[in-house]
């Protein structure tokens, strides 16, 4: 059974620093990876998907590694903001077509003006 | 040009009811799903559903019961509300074919009394 978990569970940092959010799972047979951002009282957004035989995407301040052997990924985020507070989501999909995702516990993600 | 969207948004209603929550999306996907997320902002999925069929059930007592009128819809109905359903009910979309990510409706708070 694949579990997803996400260290920190919440992080706060001063505006302008690089962080970088953990995920790890248990199960190295993925089909993908996504990281999303859920923001309070609302639906998710899908800020980076990876397929399974990619190493990194990539789209403006945020980078996100795969490293399906060891069963880890990272999301950073350059320069923080304000409006990156939020709580971020990684989640595995497992099968290609009618793709299952299993979602991490979350990281929220405080940046301090 | 909301892409998925549920109603209600807020659902509050006494144990023992029978309530259903609605999920319509017009991004032409095939396939839609049903999450959970818990008090402990646990995300966990319920349902998919691949052009009206059910695909993905992942042992969610049989007092709910997903229905899918057509392609574009995928409501919710819960018989014999109990206090443990309380949570917020997320559904999802995405297309079948190629490598596209979910996404995601806003919720539906469901306090059950």
């Known amino acids: 059974k694949q579990e997803v978990t996400q260290i920190p569970a919440a992080l706060s940092v001063p505006e302008g620093e690089n962080l970088v959010l953990n995920c790890s799972f248990t199960?190295?047979?993925?089909?993908?990876l996504q990281w999303f951002r859920q923001d309070p009282g609302k639906g998710l957004t899908s800020l980076l998907l990876i397929q399974s035989s990619q190493r990194e995407q990539t789209s403006g301040r945020l980078n996100a590694s795969l490293d399906k052997s060891s069963g880890r990924s990272t999301l950073y985020i350059a320069a923080s903001q304000p409006g990156d507070s939020a709580t971020y989501l990684c989640a595995v999909g497992l099968s290609f077509g009618n793709e299952k995702l299993t979602f991490g516990t979350g990281t929220r993600l405080t940046i301090i003006p | 040009d909301t892409a998925v969207s549920q109603t209600p948004k807020y659902l509050v209603t006494q144990m023992g009811n029978d309530k259903s929550i609605k999920c319509e999306q017009n991004l032409g996907h095939d396939t839609m799903y049903w999450y959970k997320q818990d008090s402990k902002k646990f995300l966990k999925i319920m349902f998919s559903?691949?052009?009206?069929?059910?695909?993905i059930n992942e042992t969610v007592p049989n007092r709910f019961s997903p229905k899918s009128p057509d392609k574009a819809h995928l409501n919710l109905h819960i018989n014999s509300l109990e206090l443990g359903d309380s949570a917020v009910y997320f559904c999802a979309s995405r297309p079948t074919s190629g490598r596209d990510t979910q996404y995601f409706g806003p919720g539906t708070r469901l306090t059950v009394l």
């Open positions: 559903y691949n052009n009206k069929e059910l695909i």
């Open positions: 199960d190295s047979a993925i089909y993908n």
